[in-house]
């Protein structure tokens, strides 16, 4: 399992209503610090994160991604929202069949 599965894996954890999960790795290669783990950029939605601060969802996300954080991945660009954050959110998400979990 490479690590893009291995972070949709502990994610689906968090009963994602949509789970969108990008490796920017190849956009960061070379740059200082890059051979420690991959880019990524995560836009998550979950009722685990109503009522919880940016910062507590963070926190939600890093505890569920445990120690893949700690070498697969090296920086993790995250948005959670909650489902009703997503639905009046002024970015629309399509959920479509590859960004359900």
């Known amino acids: 399992m490479n690590t893009t599965?291995?972070?949709r894996a502990r994610l689906a954890e968090l009963a994602p209503s949509y789970l969108e999960?990008?490796?920017?790795?190849a956009a960061h290669a070379g740059h200082?610090?890059?051979g420690g783990g991959g880019h990524y950029q995560l836009v998550?939605?979950?009722?685990a994160f109503a009522g919880?601060?940016?910062?507590?969802?963070?926190?939600?996300?890093?505890?569920?991604?445990?120690?893949?954080?700690?070498?697969?991945?090296?920086a993790l660009s995250i948005r959670a929202l909650s489902p009703?954050?997503?639905?009046?959110?002024?970015?629309?998400?399509?959920?479509d069949s590859a960004n359900q979990p």
């Open 5 to 7: 599965e291995q972070l």
């Open 21 to 25: 999960l990008t490796d920017d790795s």
């Open 32 to 34: 200082a610090g890059a």
């Open 44 to 47: 998550i939605v979950a009722a």
């Open 52 to 74: 919880k601060s940016a910062v507590e969802r963070h926190r939600v996300i890093y505890q569920t991604l445990g120690p893949l954080m700690q070498g697969s991945v090296h």
């Open 84 to 95: 009703e954050e997503a639905a009046q959110d002024s970015l629309v998400i399509k959920a």
